[in-house]
């Protein structure tokens, strides 16, 4: 009986540049992939890029990355924010309607932002009697 056994096949590795590896460390990092998706999408080891990571990640780098409590105060701040905006923009849009007499929003934005504004159209029409 003859075995046909073929010879083991080395698992064949590809340099990666330092360049490629400090772009793939920042992304991972700062959140726009992780490493499994870096791993397919670089066709690169996890097992590397969690090397690459303890490697190359200064001590600084590490102290930047934001804490959940961190994260979670920005996001709520940037809400905030957001509807500040929000409630200002329609403010305007409320007072525009009101001085031309056209209802713009009904055509134009969502129903339920629509309907936000009317409520506030009807609010300022009760203010000024």
């Not at 009101?98 to 629509?114: C, E």
Request: glycine residues 4%; hydrophobic residues 30%; positive net charge.
């Amino acid at each position: 009986m003859k075995d046909n056994k073929q010879p083991c096949r080395k698992t064949s590795y590809k340099k990666v540049s330092f360049d490629l590896k400090l772009l793939i460390i920042d992304q991972v990092q700062n959140g726009q992939i992780s490493v499994n998706h870096a791993s397919e999408k670089y066709q690169i080891s996890r097992s590397s890029i969690e090397y690459w990571l303890k490697k190359y990640s200064t001590l600084e780098q590490k102290k930047r990355g934001m804490s959940k409590k961190d994260q979670i105060k920005k996001l709520k701040e940037r809400i905030e924010e957001l509807e500040f905006v929000k409630d200002f923009q329609q403010d305007i849009i409320a007072d525009m309607e009101l001085i031309t007499g056209v209802d713009m929003s009904k055509k134009s934005l969502p129903k339920t932002l629509a309907d936000e504004i009317e409520k506030k159209k009807q609010d300022r029409l009760k203010e000024n009697g």
